[in-house]
Structure formats: C-alpha cells, structure tokens
C-alpha cells in the first residue's frame, strides 16, 4: 500500500469516525496520526521510484538469458529473504533511459540491469528503475541472483564520483542493509563479486574504484553514517 492509498482510506475513516462522535473522534486521532507517520515515513526513503518510466522488452533474445530461462519473458522473480548482498557499479552513461533501452533493445535483456542509479550531478538524485523482486544479474554471480544492483553513474574507472554522489549512494545503502537485513561485508563492487582471472587480475573494472582509488573514501563515508 503507497502513502496515497494510506492518506485516502484514513480521510474516509476520519470523515465517518467524525459523524459517530466522541469516542469515534478519538480514533480518528489515531487515524490521523497513523497517516502522518506512513506519510513522514514514505518521503524520507532515499530515493524515488520511477519504475514505471523505464522501457521493457516483452520478447527477451539475450543468449544467456533465453538459455537460462526458456521461454521465460521477465527476470526470474526472488524472495526479500532471498537478497543477501549489494553490488557497486558504474554505469559509464548518465542517462537511466539511454541505458534502459541498450539494455532491452542490444543486450536483449527484459529490463535495465540495475536496480538502483545514483546521479553525478544536481543534487545526486537516487532513482530505484527495477524491483529489487527481479533478479538481476548483471554482476555475473550466476543465474539466480542474490544482490541488489546499483548503478552510480558516470564512467568512474577514468575519475572518481563526486563526495555528493558518494554520499547519496552511501544513504541507499544504509536504507537497503536495514531493509534486506544485509551486512558490510556483502557490500562490495562488481570487481569483487566476479572476481580475478588466472592471471589475477579482476575481470571487469567495474565500479573503477580501483583504477582511481576511490574505494577507501566510498567506505569511509559509509561507515560514518552507518555510525550516526
Ligand atoms: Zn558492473
């Protein structure tokens, strides 16, 4: 249930419970105070969902995708309990929808691969563009994914992402290791979950924190706000 449905139901029970009179105006009361909590509540998530916005691709040809689910039109769908991990990408584009539809459109994928995407710039706004239902698996760690995909964007292998940047991604993860009950350790970049070759070096450079060296610092940040 969104705050909307919330705020319409308790003003229909405040409205009726104000037409019964005295005891009834006091469950109003409770009514009232309830919808302000849900509503305060709601308006402090760390991000705005535009789902909604993002294009799908009904017939998904991608070859790893068709192999592992045949005839399957959308990502497999997983339990809450089921996520155990967060993985830290870069998104190299600055444009959810651009990236949305390369996605579906070359990749063959159903959906855009991240979950999450983390603006550079103007306030670093933080957008949720996929269900954290849907198992995405663009961090490689096998079919069945176990982690919500974030996207900050920009190409941060080459410079690293502004403190602000930073700071709201750090507040999207303090957000989802409450929600997801997941712990500092299963934070980790894209790098870390595919892991090296046999040459031992990483596979991808994904998030790039390596290359610029901006991983200390991300960490830093959140573990001070994971202190507050
Ligand atoms: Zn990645």
Redesign the pocket.
């Known amino acids: 249930m969104n705050s909307l449905e919330v705020a319409s139901l308790t003003s229909k029970i405040i409205a009726g419970a104000a037409r019964l009179g005295d005891h009834a105006q006091e469950q109003a009361q409770y009514a009232q105070a309830l919808m302000e909590a849900v509503t305060r509540d709601e308006s402090r998530l760390p991000y705005t969902d535009r789902i909604a916005e993002m294009p799908v691709n009904k017939k998904p040809f991608n070859r790893d995708f068709v192999r592992n689910f045949p005839g399957s039109t959308f990502w497999p769908l997983r339990k809450p309990e089921s996520v155990t991990g967060i993985?830290i990408?870069?998104t190299l584009s600055h444009s959810p929808l651009a990236t949305a539809r390369y996605c579906t459109q070359t990749k063959g994928y159903p959906t855009i691969q991240y979950h999450a995407w983390i603006s550079a710039g103007d306030g670093c706004p933080v957008w949720m563009l996929a269900d954290p239902a849907w198992g995405l698996w663009?961090?490689h760690t096998g079919k069945f994914q176990h982690t919500i995909?974030i996207?900050m964007a920009g190409s941060l292998h080459l410079k690293a992402p502004p403190v602000e940047q930073m700071e709201a991604t750090a507040r999207l993860i303090v957000h989802l290791m409450g929600e997801y009950s997941i712990p500092i350790r299963q934070v980790q970049g894209?790098n870390e979950r595919y892991g090296k070759n046999k040459y031992g070096r990483w596979r991808?450079q994904?998030?790039g924190w390596y290359d610029v060296k901006w991983r200390a610092a991300f960490f830093d940040v959140l573990k001070g706000m994971l202190k507050e």
Do not use: E, I, K, Q
């Open positions: 993985t990408h870069h663009h961090d995909s996207g894209h991808t994904c998030p």
